[in-house]
């Protein structure tokens, strides 16, 4: 039996007398915070998108931010927490931005090994009177948004009818009885931002608020209503001031992302003719036909992942608060990395540099706009040579992965390969990943940092 309430409570009262101790005012202006976080977004991946979207010369927004940095993603074992990993899942990276704390994978919020509770930077900005806001592309329950105001041992628990033995995927179960209500735990996901007073909320993920919430017969929905949150579901809902608290579900999981590869095509392995049966230095190879990107026609009505900023950031200025906290994920750069899908990719991270546009607009005319880029692990795409380097040998030498051939706006194929497995999704990557900040950064990132530093950059910007 764990007692939630009491720990965080305990661990906020703890911080108030260190925030008095050091000089920080419920009263003293804060500035204001906008964290950028790409899923999966890597070097790799931005420079796949650039040579679409903008060619081999060009430069995305992101490339003209004046300061850049890079990240050591940190991992540790659920079973030894001493002993370090090297692969992250989003869960324990954004748990690691949000709280300080290193974790093991899966994990939201709470400590590898002990099951601990650790504050995050929605508890402490509401501590101080700031105003707390998250939008995603993903469900709103989904790891990345979920560590910056959950507890909970498993992050596929992200509503009540997923707590006890759910079978999340493919025989893979997951179990958070220690964390329902009943074992003093505080609920699912979705049961858990409807009581954080997060203030906006934007994304997708309706069907983890349809459920009723535990030990009761209303929905999770409902009881968002009961706490004050208005409810959107539709694009044009979002036009306009609403003031109080917003929350916006957009669709029943992950939102659709904008383009797909030509005709639904995704990465494909290459063709060996007969004779590799019998040696692979034998016989001849084919690669899949190249495609362009084109506009994903599920993408429908969905607003943008600009448009749900633009509405946020409104909503957090809308009374005239001059400071708040704004995380903002790109979500599906990874989860199209993870199908193969590069176009789906590419498309997620223009919605990255639309949304850093939007931020950058904001900053103008609020100076005291710090914003963060940054992704929360590495992914599987690699740009590969469009034939190999070998190919004067006459063998039928190739990639042992899947190859997406693209056709890109400046003429050329860009070759995108996918190879961390031979199962039905690839896995993330143990590479470094980039922050980048405008001008409010210099001085203050250093030219290389790990994950959990993060939270300190934003923890003294906002209340030192």
């Known amino acids: 039996m764990k007692y939630r ?35 999966g977004m890597d070097d790799h991946q931005i420079t796949i998108a650039r040579n679409y979207l903008v060619g081999s010369r060009g430069k995305l927004l992101l490339d003209q931010l004046p300061m ?9 074992d ?15 990276s954004a748990t690691s931005m949000a709280t300080g704390v290193v974790t093991s994978p899966g994990r939201i919020g709470t400590t590898a090994g002990s099951d601990q509770d650790v504050i995050n930077l929605v508890e402490l900005s509401q501590r101080q009177g700031i105003k707390v806001g998250l939008v995603t592309t993903s469900s709103i329950t989904d790891a990345t948004p979920a560590s910056f105001y959950a507890h909970v041992s498993e992050r596929g628990c992200e509503n009540p009818n997923a707590m006890v033995e759910y079978e999340k995927y493919a025989g893979i179960i997951v179990d958070c009885s220690q964390d329902l209500k009943a074992n003093e735990g505080l609920g699912s996901i979705s049961e858990q931002l409807v009581k954080s007073g997060v203030d906006v909320a934007l994304g997708g993920g309706m069907k ?35 003031g109080g608290k917003l929350l916006g579900l957009f669709s029943p999981s992950t939102m659709p992302v904008r383009w797909q590869g030509q005709g639904g095509r995704k990465a494909e392995n290459p063709e060996t003719s007969f004779m590799n049966i019998f040696h692979p230095m034998l016989g001849s190879v084919i690669y899949p036909e ?13 607003p943008s992942l600009a448009l749900m900023s633009e509405t946020a950031l409104a909503e957090l200025t809308t009374d ?8 903002i994920e790109s979500a599906s750069i990874d989860k199209q990395a993870h199908e193969r899908k590069a176009c789906g990719s590419i498309g997620e991270l223009q919605q990255l540099d639309e949304v850093l546009a939007v931020a950058l607009n904001f900053a103008n005319s609020h100076p005291e706009t710090l914003i963060l880029v940054t992704a929360d692990h590495g992914h599987a795409a690699q740009v590969l040579p469009e034939r190999t380097i070998y190919e004067a040998l006459d063998v039928p030498i190739h990639s042992p992965g899947q190859v997406a051939r693209i056709k890109t706006p400046e003429g050329a194929i860009m070759t995108v390969n996918y190879a961390t497995n031979n199962f039905v999704s690839e896995e993330h990557t143990g590479v470094n990943v980039p922050l980048l900040s405008n001008s409010n950064g210099v001085g203050r990132i250093p030219a290389m940092l790990t994950q959990p530093e993060i939270f300190t950059i934003v923890k003294d910007y906002l209340f030192d």
């Open 5 to 39: 309430f009491i720990k965080i409570t305990a661990g906020l009262f703890i911080w108030t007398l260190l925030a008095g101790s050091i000089g920080i005012s419920n009263t003293a202006m804060a500035k204001n915070v906008i964290l950028i976080i790409g899923d």
């Open 208 to 242: 983890h608020f349809t459920a009723a919430m535990e030990g009761s017969n209303i929905s999770v929905l409902t009881e968002a209503v009961n706490q004050g949150y208005k409810v959107v579901t539709q694009m044009d809902e979002l036009k306009g001031q609403h």
């Open 68 to 76: 850049r940095s890079a990240v050591q993603v940190l991992t540790v």
């Open 78 to 92: 659920e079973k030894n927490p001493q002993r370090a990993l090297y692969v992250a899942d989003s869960a324990n």
């Open 290 to 302: 190249p495609m362009r990107c084109e506009d994903n026609p599920d993408y429908g009505d969905m």
């Open 320 to 327: 005239g608060t001059k400071s708040f906290f704004l995380m």
